[in-house]
């Protein structure tokens, strides 16, 4: 043991000493993954007990709460603006699902509203006594900020980006694909809800799909989605798609388009349909800011997940849509690591083009994708590999701050920081 750490010593006072010759390399030090923690249901704990709350927008002024209960419990939320006094009450469905050998809990799914924008709202899920929740609803005007988080995962460090987030006081969550990396095994989405509960009951949380999230078995489960789809019901319905794996949603000034890349998406598409139909509904007047979300990033200079389909034919495919309605930013997960890219457009630098920004290190316990292309190519102007979190924060109808935050020894800093344009304000960029 002391062996061990005198030899870990040498080698770093060694590093220290030459890192000053070697040029960049005293820039950060990349920490190794850490362990998955699961968060266990409470031994004690009443069979009718809502467990892994979370919530998300629907439509301009209520809110969908969803939560997991062991035993039989009513689908009914009470609320109101003060603690312990629910002035409203709302009742939804209750469902469930079979993945092999697992039974879900009761999943419960209630929207209540309308609801008051930027107040604070106290709850309790089901019967009653029972324990409060409280969230905050978004702004109805500008400014608003969002957390943007791919690949999230349950360990250390998804433990760690949880904690920078929650002190962000941030509106709306966005994650792009990867939530829980229960890769089959149904209890590990059981365990994600709880972890994320503290945070995803208190904003709403807005989530599109990743790979993880398929979990089909040819023959033993061939149906795609079933955790996923059963416990993130997100807003579809309200924004005309007919699938919970693309959506839209505004909030404040922004209209947020969540893409699916992980289902059809090429020219002939129900997906295709409605992003131009969903495209052709934007009033820039309203929602002066566009932003896309997909998982598998359309510009990627990482070594890793080049050449898959998910992102080479889905950016083939929708890349000049989203090019011609002018969105000003992508955001994309996938890749283990942070890469901003220059406004672009088929593989050039465009002034008319939307922002690429890869955020796919939440945490997970795959661990970091730190080989990069060489040399780095020019439209990528930032990119480096480490967990941490994005926030983007929309001032107002022209200028949003864009602050990529890394985890470096627990504590969170702002490492990659761009003022943005919206190109509704671009004379250059009229459509
Ligand atoms: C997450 O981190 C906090 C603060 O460091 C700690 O109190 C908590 O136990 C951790 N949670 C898990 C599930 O490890
Ligand atoms: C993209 O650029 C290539 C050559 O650089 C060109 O052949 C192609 O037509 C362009 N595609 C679009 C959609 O502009
Ligand atoms: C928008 O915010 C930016 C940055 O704070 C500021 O410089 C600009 O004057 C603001 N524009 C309006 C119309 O308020
Ligand atoms: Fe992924």
């Not at 957390?147 to 941030?170: A, C, E, F, K, R």
Request: glycine letters at 8%; proline letters at 7%.
């Amino acid at each position: 043991m002391v062996l061990q750490r005198l030899a870990l010593f040498l080698i770093y006072a060694f590093f220290w000493a030459f890192a000053g010759f070697i040029g960049d390399v005293d820039s950060y030090q990349r920490p190794p993954p850490r362990k998955n923690v699961h968060v266990h249901p409470l031994a004690d704990a009443d069979p009718a007990s809502p467990q892994q709350v979370h919530i998300s927008l629907v439509g301009q002024d209520k809110m969908r709460i969803k939560w997991i209960t062991d035993g039989s419990s009513p689908a009914t939320v009470d609320y109101g603006t003060s603690p312990g006094v629910y002035g409203f009450s709302a009742t939804g469905s209750t469902g469930k699902y079979d993945y092999l050998t697992y039974d879900s809990g009761e999943i419960h799914d209630v929207v209540i509203g309308p609801l008051e924008p930027n107040t604070v709202y106290y709850y309790r899920c089901g019967p009653n006594p029972g324990p409060e929740f409280t969230f905050k609803t978004p702004p109805p005007a500008f400014p608003t900020k969002f957390v943007v988080i791919g690949d999230l995962g349950q360990t250390g460090w998804t433990n760690s980006t949880l904690q920078h987030i929650s002190q962000s006081n941030y509106d709306v969550l966005i994650l792009p694909g990867d939530l829980s990396y229960a890769d089959f095994y149904q209890p590990w989405w059981d365990s994600f809800g709880r972890l994320v509960e503290p945070l995803a009951s208190q904003r709403p949380w807005m989530v599109t799909q990743g790979n993880h999230e398929v979990e089909k078995i040819p023959v033993i489960h061939s149906e795609p989605f079933t955790a996923y789809n059963a416990r993130w019901h997100m807003p579809f319905e309200e924004s005309g798609s007919e699938s919970n794996l693309y959506y839209s949603f505004d909030v404040a000034g922004v209209h947020v388009i969540m893409l699916g890349s992980y289902t059809d998406f090429d020219a002939e598409s129900a997906q295709y349909k409605w992003l131009q139909a969903d495209l052709g509904k934007i009033d820039r007047g309203k929602t002066p800011w566009i932003v896309a979300v997909v998982h598998a990033p359309w510009y990627n200079s990482n070594s890793a997940h080049q050449g898959e389909s998910e992102a080479d034919d889905m950016k083939k495919s929708m890349e000049t849509l989203l090019y011609q309605a002018r969105v000003d930013v992508v955001f994309a997960g996938h890749v283990h690591a942070y890469e901003r890219f220059t406004r672009v457009h088929n593989d050039t630098a465009d002034n008319c083009g939307p922002v690429y920004i890869t955020i796919g290190d939440g945490g997970n316990r795959e661990g970091l994708a730190s080989k990069y292309e060489d040399p780095q190519p020019r439209i990528s102007v930032f990119r480096e590999a480490s967990f941490g979190h994005g926030q983007f924060h929309v001032v107002n109808q022209t200028h949003a701050l864009w602050t990529w935050h890394r985890n470096q020894d627990d504590v969170s800093v702002a490492a990659d920081s761009i003022w943005l344009n919206s190109l509704s304000s671009d004379p250059a960029c009229k459509i």
